[in-house]
DNA sequence: ACTTTTCTTAACGGAATCTTAACGGAACAC
DNA sequence: GTGTTCCGTTAAGATTCCGTTAAGAAAAGT
């Protein structure tokens, strides 16, 4: 079963939370329900919701203490449903730390589409408009971060060069798989890269005089005679110790 | 020579539009006006705003077309600004990369605070508390202000110019992250920008010599060779002391 | 209209990087 | 043994890249 992800609804009336839950957990959605401020603050912190829904006045305590409260350690999306108010109001709870403002009656469709676009916006970690190279790639001692574009041997930077790291990076990725010479020419020069992989021998000597303790003997850049090149995967190298 | 954000306004309703254009200067903002779709588009594109305020419908182009053209290359806020609406249509906005839709007639207060959480989401970055309600980010000794538009080193402002605000600013967002050249110049220059970036340069040294101590030994600004820049994370700074 | 600031482009020098050539050893075939 | 091929290594020349300065154009302020 899929991993579902947690909405925290913060109201007292029973009746409309149901109408909530029923909403989201038939779009994939696990719904947590607080009926109190308290509750929902309290809530909030054990359970580590994606995203919170409550209302503007809860029973016990005004629901822009909860914002307040919540947004001292967290930054989940809070969308506040409620009656229609005066404009002074909106806006102080948003500048509280709320995400969205949605007038009861709640219409469905717009509902689910604000609470897409209020988790999108933790997504964004600014701006996956172009970049499937995310994140970093951990092979025993070695790690090969493509945010900062840089390989590390336990921590401390190695001081690749920009075509040696596009070598790196193109070989870690395909974990454990050999890449035949022409393919890493082709990936690093385009199209009309040469047949004369001088280059890559030149690269990679470099390249393992930086990571490999022994250049002769290495643990983490092999070749294979007559085809081409490849890296320890992260399963074989997880087996190191 | 204060430096004020951009915001670009596409309504052909002449008067609604000056309404916005007194109540957003008044509030610090330079307003930019479009009046037909293609319009919007194209001054998006050229003038890069921080921020955008449109109608659902424009004379040539439906406002949603105009959404997807500009998000193929930007994550700049969009707020749709129309008349009510089918909840249909506001899911389909607002899936489609719109952050927010108010009905018309707008109550200033709470669009200024909308606006305000519209470019708050802009510097979410992986979760950071800190800004949740400043909007600033503080780094080491220096501090980005994005509702001022300033830099500060020890609480006095060093005085970058709009562009180079914008490249800081871009740069604090990501947090510790590597921007491409190219990346940064189209966030700065349109998608239209050229390839050279002679001009990022030009810049890096001016702001480099504002808030560096040392430019040849810069704690805040990197030059990644062969691929981009990228500032200190926080989480690198805080350790400093 | 004038001054000042900001933006953009060009030119240059030094440093880092890329590329090519040359050499040497290992493996293999004959 | 000899020759050949393949791969690693080194070094040197060529090239690219980056920072810097300066000057003219454009924009903003007075």
């Avoid at 919540?70 to 009656?83: A, D, F, K, N, Q």
């Avoid at 689910?112 to 970049?131: E, K, M, N």
């Avoid at 930086?210 to 190298?237: C, N």
């Amino acid at each position: 079963m899929a991993i579902r992800q947690k909405v925290l609804v913060a109201d007292s009336d029973r009746e409309f939370c149901d109408f909530l839950s029923d909403l989201l957990s038939e779009c994939g959605y696990e719904v947590l329900h607080a009926a109190t401020g308290e509750e929902a603050t309290h809530m909030a912190s054990s359970h580590c919701p994606e995203l919170m829904l409550m209302e503007r006045i809860l029973p016990d305590i005004e629901g822009i203490k909860v914002i307040q409260s919540v947004r001292e350690w967290s930054l989940l999306p809070i969308l506040v449903l409620s009656e229609p108010s005066e404009e002074q109001v909106v806006a102080e709870l948003l500048d509280s730390g709320a995400d969205d403002y949605i007038v009861k009656p709640v219409r469905p469709l717009e509902l689910l589409a604000r609470i897409r676009a209020a988790i999108r916006h933790t997504r964004t970690v600014s701006g996956d408009l172009q970049f499937a190279n995310t994140g970093k790639i951990v092979i025993g001692h070695l790690t090969v971060d493509f945010e900062k574009y840089r390989v590390y041997v336990d921590e401390t930077d190695v001081g690749l060069t920009q075509n040696e790291f596009r070598m790196v990076g193109l070989l870690a990725r395909y974990n454990g798989k050999v890449l035949t010479y022409e393919r890493v020419m082709q990936e690093l020069w385009g199209p009309n890269a040469g047949d004369d992989n001088q280059i890559l021998r030149v690269n990679m000597t470099n390249i393992r005089k930086k990571i490999e303790d022994d250049a002769l003997q290495p643990k983490y850049l092999f070749t294979e005679a007559g085809v081409g090149y490849r890296m320890v995967s992260r399963e074989e190298a997880a087996q190191w110790k």
